[in-house]
């Protein structure tokens, strides 16, 4: 599922992510089900929506995309804003939990209260991408937490050892923009002006699934807020 490092393997964190709310996130927020990219079933998701989060099987070509893609921008350099707030994976089988982290400090609403979530995001705040991922890689609680969550998912919890081929990303509207963040990327993606996030998420959802219509284990779920 990840970047190769020999310093740090977590398990792997099924997309049932109750885990936020051990985190300090308002229980008023939530991750539901998105049950289709087309407009009727987009329309199904509560609003006010924060983030996206796609899963997707790492494949030859989506590894191929990434090397181009990261070519390409690091050629032509694309405009990040400031308020973005990106961590690099660098711990083996941690993408769910940098989905999770790229989905609730990437708003502007006070939904996350005092908490080990809270701390982290505070501090990474002003850090740069790497010393982010030190940050990560240092924090004892949330490893912890991790680990619990990832032995109480639906499914028995697999080996440490083991190599998942399944990956999380977010996407996030900034600045009225929408941003991919994929810790397995050097960077975030700026995919243009938003005014939709869940229209504009799909959209590049779906260039992912053509990219690879071979592939059929495609799921996303929407960071929304789902009680008043």
Same mark, same amino acid.
């Given at each position: ?22 985190? *300090? ?6 991750? @539901? ?22 899963? +997707? ?26 308020? @973005?707030? +990106? +961590?690099?994976?660098?711990? %083996? &089988?941690?993408?769910?939990?940098? $989905? ?6 990437? &708003?502007?609403?006070?939904?996350? *209260? ?9 501090? $990474? ?38 190599? @998942? ?5 977010? +996407? ?7 941003? %991919?963040?994929? *810790? ?5 993606? &700026?995919? *243009? ?26 799921? $996303? ?8």
């Amino acid at each position: 599922m990840e970047q190769k490092s020999e310093e740090k393997r977590w398990l792997p964190l099924e997309a049932n992510p109750e885990i936020i709310h051990d985190l *300090g996130v308002d229980p008023k927020w939530n991750y @539901v089900d998105v049950y289709g990219f087309d407009p009727e079933l987009l329309a199904m998701i509560p609003q006010p929506v924060e983030a996206m989060i796609f899963l +997707f099987p790492i494949t030859d070509i989506y590894t191929k995309y990434k090397d181009e893609e990261e070519a390409h921008l690091v050629k032509h350099e694309q405009s990040i804003s400031p308020d @973005v707030i +990106f +961590f690099k994976q660098t711990i %083996e &089988n941690a993408c769910g939990m940098i $989905a999770l982290l790229h989905s609730v400090s990437n &708003n502007d609403d006070e939904i996350v *209260g005092p908490g080990v979530l809270n701390d982290l995001i505070e501090e $990474a705040r002003n850090m740069s991408p790497d010393e982010r991922a030190e940050l990560l890689e240092n924090s004892k609680e949330l490893e912890a937490i991790h680990e619990a969550a990832a032995r109480e998912g639906q499914t028995a919890a697999p080996n440490l050892e083991d190599d @998942v081929d399944m990956h999380f990303i977010c +996407f996030v509207e900034v600045d009225q923009h929408l941003y %991919e963040l994929d *810790g397995r990327k050097m960077f975030p993606i &700026n995919h *243009g002006k938003s005014t939709d996030l869940v229209e504009s998420s799909a959209k590049v959802i779906k260039q992912y699934m053509e990219r690879d219509p071979d592939q059929k284990h495609y799921s $996303a779920i929407a960071f929304c807020k789902t009680e008043e």
